[in-house]
Nanobody, 125 residues
């Protein structure tokens, strides 16, 4: 059983930054792909970003491209999401997810095998 625990959420003003972390239990970071999703109130969960095992390949939703950066440290079994230039529409619960396989260019929730509990990010205007 793989466990994912997110942290780093909070309240920030528009234009500010936050860095989310996702700590994985032993072996989770060796999954081929780690990703971040988010779910705003009253909306469906949506893809944010993904990264392959080596960290050399990343994939982003158009809505966050150029503002968010996903990275990973396999020695620490941790994945990060650096969020800059935050907007009120970025307000959501952010979830970490893990999947096996080589395909990191997937935004499908069903492709991911493990999920964290989520961390709240609120961006005030």
């Amino acid at each position: 059983q793989v466990q994912l625990v997110e942290s780093g959420g909070g309240l920030v003003q528009a234009g500010g930054s936050l860095r989310l972390s996702c700590a994985a239990s032993r072996g989770a970071a060796s999954s081929d792909v780690m990703g971040w999703f988010r779910q705003a109130p009253g909306k469906e969960r949506e893809f944010v970003a993904a990264i392959n095992w080596s960290g050399g390949n990343t994939y982003y939703a158009d809505s966050v491209k150029g503002r968010f950066t996903i990275s990973r440290d396999n020695a620490k079994n941790t994945v990060y999401l650096q969020m800059n230039s935050l907007k009120p529409e970025d307000t959501a619960v952010y979830y970490c997810a893990a999947k096996y396989g080589y395909n990191y260019k997937t935004a499908r929730m069903g492709d991911y095998h493990y999920w964290g509990q989520g961390t709240q990010v609120t961006v005030s205007s």
